[in-house]
T-cell receptor, first 113, second 119 residues
Framework: KNQVEQSPQSLIILEGKNCTLQ??????????LRWYKQDTGRGPVSLTI???SENTKSNGRYTATLDADTKQSSLHITASQLSDSASYIC???WGGGGNKLTFGTGTQLKVEL | DTGVSQDPRHKITKRGQNVTFRCDPI?????LYWYRQTLGQGPEFLTY????????KSRLLSDRFSAERPKGSFSTLEIQRTEQGDSAMYLC?????????????????FGEGSWLTVV
């Protein structure tokens, strides 16, 4: 069964600190892996996309890594800000046409003063 | 480019009534997706269009749900005889399929969602 699991389920950190979110997946055939940020009550916003051959992708203070062998990905947030408080969702795209998406349940991040 | 637009943003309806949501994807995006999301959960796939063709429907999409994309542009999602369990946020997303017209792009853009509350 195609699954995407994220950890931790929730996380609280102080402003300015770094954090790393984890994503493990069992999806085949793999097409790409995406990280989204979703503010409460809003639609998800794309942060990064990585294909099989990409190990790392950065977007500002966000850096995603992908290990296709172990089927693991991480999202590292540097120098966190209050506005980073949101749900971070790992999404794996699969299928021959890359049109099938499996979502993780997300990591709820809260950044505090 | 104004992004993916969804309308209405919020809808409260009585059980048994019909509701319809509209999604306007990013122009030239040939793929359009509908998802349903409840609090604390990730989005669940409902259905997917490539141009005007509905290529896949989830088993979650009961016979009370119907989606259309008649001209390959905007899409509608109708829920008939709503039930309290239908209360959720309905998300629409669009993307440009790879190498379409020579352009490579597979970012999937989501709308802000349409919140449905069935009372």
């Amino acid at each position: 069964k195609n699954q995407v699991e994220q950890s931790p389920q929730s996380l609280i950190i102080l402003e300015g600190k770094n954090c790393t979110l984890q994503c493990n997946y069992t999806v085949s055939p793999f097409s790409n892996l995406r990280w989204y940020k979703q503010d409460t009550g809003r639609g998800p916003v794309s942060l990064t996309i990585m294909t099989f051959s990409e190990n790392t992708k950065s977007n500002g203070r966000y850096t995603a890594t992908l290990d296709a062998d172990t089927k693991q990905s991480s999202l590292h947030i540097t120098a966190s800000q209050l506005s980073d408080s949101a749900s971070y969702i790992c999404v794996v795209t699969w299928g021959g046409g890359g049109n099938k998406l499996t979502f993780g349940t997300g990591t709820q991040l809260k950044v505090e003063l | 480019d104004t992004g993916v637009s969804q309308d209405p943003r919020h809808k409260i309806t009585k059980r048994g009534q019909n509701v319809t949501f509209r999604c306007d994807p990013i122009s030239e995006h040939n793929r359009l997706y509908w998802y349903r999301q409840t609090l604390g959960q990730g989005p669940e796939f409902l259905t997917y269009f490539q141009n005007e063709a509905q290529l896949e429907k989830s088993r979650l999409l009961s016979d009370r749900f119907s989606a259309e994309r008649p001209k390959g542009s905007f899409s509608t999602l109708e829920i008939q005889r709503t039930e309290q369990g239908d209360s959720a946020m309905y998300l629409c997303a669009s993307s440009l399929a790879r190498l379409h017209r020579g352009k490579r792009g597979n970012t999937i853009y989501f709308g802000e969602g349409s919140w449905l509350t069935v009372v």
